[in-house]
């Protein structure tokens, strides 16, 4: 039998027990143009505030102050409840109401796709966003801009 110390934890380990300090860098934002589809406006692109998952200590208080500091109006949350969970940051979606921010959460598990009725209705809120000329943000999972 190996010693404790020794032990193998899973890849996707997002236990509480590791004393590892929050990120102290600004979450970094994107910038998409969507000039090539006609629109005058930019999309905001940035991994989940407050992310706590393998080697990311993300601080979720920070992270929605930045987003509200750089004027984010309106956000897109893909994630589940459970995944908010799973990576620490179950109470988000309060947090960024609590901030003003609007939040459209259209829940998509993880590696599955949504229908088409949830793509369209998805698509309708980003449009109307985007003509109303408000900041508007998708927060993907951390690995995904990386």
């Not at 990120?23 to 505030?49: K, M, Y």
């Not at 988000?92 to 590696?111: E, F, K, R, S, V």
Request: hydrophobic share 30%.
């Amino acid at each position: 039998m190996k010693p404790p110390s020794s032990i193998q934890t899973s890849e996707f380990d997002s236990s509480d027990e590791e004393p590892i300090e929050d990120e102290q860098t600004p979450i970094h934002i994107s910038w998409l143009p969507l000039s090539r589809v006609n629109c005058s406006q930019f999309l905001g692109l940035c991994a989940l505030p407050g992310c706590k998952f393998k080697d990311v200590r993300r601080n979720v208080q920070k992270d929605t102050e930045e987003l509200k500091s750089c004027g984010i109006q309106d956000v897109f949350v893909f994630c589940t409840r459970g995944e908010l969970s799973k990576y620490r940051v179950p109470n988000l979606l309060d947090l960024y109401q609590q901030c003003g921010i609007i939040t459209h959460h259209h829940p998509i598990a993880d590696g599955g796709t949504p229908d088409i009725a949830s793509c369209c209705e998805i698509m309708e809120e980003l449009t109307i966003c985007l003509k109303n000329y408000r900041k508007t943000l998708i927060q993907a999972f951390e690995g995904v801009l990386q």
